[in-house]
T-cell receptor, first 116, second 114 residues
């Protein structure tokens, strides 16, 4: 169990640029989740995948945001035309499912995005 | 819309004292999680509570779930400095099967003073 891995750890970019984050889940986990956390708040759900299928998207996920998990393994989250309000920690989590209801989601260390 | 409220949001306590953090939620759910987050770090799973009346203990921390009252508690016994962190409760919203999306409270920032 090598844990959930996220890359990069930090990203600083200018407003209007596009950014892409990567998440590698725990290998036997078929569910993958993206959350966003701002300072002093709990994480907010963005979207989740079961294998390669994106099963739910939050209304927080505007059309500038897109997430993919093309082969059911790693996932990418892209933000186009970044805005100041996109500055946050982007967390990825993974879990087994749907028959492992007694196990938590395991979180990665996150990617901290700062928009200049 | 599901709301998850934690209180207190800030807790400063002395080593050796006991205290309880409360987590109320606004809709039916029978799965609740407690996580710990250290500054600049990710979330570490502490407890998974799966049914009404569930109680789990690990070291100085004990969590319980009352689904009828829509309330979970995290009790700290004889606090030590190493417990200083932010604690989140999260309620699992699912339609079928395993974990789907979690709705988190705002967190309780715990500081344990010598």
């Amino acid at each position: 169990d090598t844990g959930v891995s996220q890359d990069p750890r930090h990203k600083i970019t200018k407003r209007g640029q596009n950014v892409t984050f990567r998440c590698d889940p725990i290998s036997e986990h078929n569910r993958l989740y993206w959350y966003r956390q701002t300072l002093g708040q709990g994480p907010e759900f963005l979207t989740y995948f079961q294998n390669e299928a994106q099963l739910e998207k939050s209304r927080l996920l505007s059309d500038r945001f897109s997430a993919e998990r093309p082969k059911g393994s790693f996932s990418t989250l892209e933000i186009q035309r970044t805005e100041q309000g996109d500055s946050a920690m982007y967390l990825c989590a993974s879990s087994r499912g749907p028959f492992y209801s007694n196990q938590p989601q395991h979180f990665g260390d996150g990617t901290r995005l700062s928009i200049l | 819309e599901l709301k998850v409220e934690q209180n207190p949001l800030f807790l400063s306590m002395q080593e050796g004292k006991n205290y309880t953090i409360y987590c109320n939620y606004s809709t039916t759910s029978d799965r609740l999680y407690w996580y710990r987050q250290d500054p600049g770090k990710s979330l570490e799973s502490l407890f998974v509570l799966l049914s009404n009346g569930a109680v789990k203990q690990e070291g100085r921390l004990m969590a319980s779930l009352d689904t009828k009252a829509r309330l979970s508690t995290l009790h700290i016994t004889a606090a030590v400095h190493d417990l200083s962190a932010t604690y989140f409760c999260a309620v699992d919203i699912r339609s079928q099967g395993g974990s789907e999306k979690l709705v988190f409270g705002k967190g309780t920032k715990l500081t344990v003073n010598p």
